[in-house]
């Protein structure tokens, strides 16, 4: 039991104070779909999600300073241990940026829906006749509203810098479709696709601008193997995709409480996620902090 004072209790996350200007970011092992919590967890996977984040952290670094302090369980406080090794990261403080950065390399999810609908993603119009999952012309950087509870929203770039300004606006701008393009390139390299992913940002109280939270995982991505890719459907995935498609099977009306997750989907995930942290690394799992 981590036995520190607890700030918050997210879909995935869970923060706990940890001294003065300092925050314990613990993921968990749960898995939401639609904005409704699963009850069945799957196993690793806070491992995973901490493993993977730790690594593009420090290969982000040089574009944009991040909110980490360790991923080290002995830099963790004493009541935190040894529950959340692996899983956590010892991390500063921030205010966090209320919005959702998302960028896009590929036309999937709400960005299909409104292709079909419009012939356009964010309002920008695209080229007639796409596929599903087809690669867009060029990366594309699409907020979204941070919602407390329900659905995030699409926003204008102009509804975007009326929230945060314009100033931050082309600097979270810049920042997204930098990291999103080496994050891409680098995973191509690995034979992934980084079809889009969610970044998050704050400020420090010194104002200065962090990257937060967690960086191109397979909860916050699309990651498709680049030898079963092909536009024209939903491609094979190394993300929560595989239960989303489980749960699209199924006459559900998208409220909790959730249908129970059958054993093979949760197993089918568990490997999908370690085989995307080996594969993105060139690290082995078992070599992570936490091992049972």
């Excluded at 939401?32 to 993977?52: C, H, Q, W």
């Excluded at 420090?58 to 406080?77: C, G, K, R, T, W």
């Excluded at 896009?104 to 695209?126: D, I, K, N």
């Excluded at 060139?282 to 070599?287: A, H, N, T, Y």
Aim: charged share 25%; glycine share 8%.
């Amino acid at each position: 039991m981590i036995e520190l004072p607890q700030l918050y209790s997210g879909k995935v996350r869970d923060l706990y104070e940890a001294g003065d200007d300092r925050l314990l970011m613990v993921a968990s092992d749960r898995v939401s779909v639609f904005d409704v919590v699963l009850e069945n967890p799957v196993p690793d996977k806070g491992r995973v999600l901490t493993a993977i984040s730790a690594f593009w952290f420090e290969q982000m670094a040089d574009l944009l300073a991040n909110h980490v302090i360790s991923v080290n369980p002995e830099d963790f406080p004493a009541q935190a241990r040894p529950d959340a090794d692996g899983r956590a990261m010892l991390v500063r403080r921030t205010e966090p940026v209320r919005m959702e950065c998302i960028a896009r390399g590929y036309l999937f999810g709400g960005a299909w829906t409104e292709y079909c609908e419009h012939g356009t993603v964010q309002g920008s119009p695209m080229p007639a006749g796409m596929r599903e999952a087809e690669r867009l012309p060029a990366p594309m950087f699409t907020p979204t509203t941070k919602a407390d509870a329900g659905h995030d929203l699409p926003m204008t770039d102009a509804q975007a810098v009326y929230l945060v300004g314009r100033e931050t606006f082309e600097r979270l701008k810049e920042a997204v479709l930098g990291i999103y393009e080496r994050g891409a390139r680098f995973a191509e390299t690995r034979g992934i696709i980084l079809a889009d992913t969610k970044f998050e940002f704050g400020f420090a109280p010194d104002g200065e601008l962090l990257l937060i939270d967690e960086v191109l995982t397979p909860d916050s991505s699309r990651y498709w193997p680049v030898e079963e890719y092909a536009p024209g459907g939903s491609p094979p995935s190394f993300d929560k995709q595989f239960v989303r498609d489980h749960y699209l099977t199924l006459d559900w009306d998208r409220t909790s409480p959730a249908p129970a997750v059958p054993p093979e989907v949760i197993a089918g995930t568990r490997a999908r996620y370690i085989e995307a942290y080996e594969r993105l690394t060139g690290l082995l799992f078992d070599d992570w902090y936490g091992r049972p």
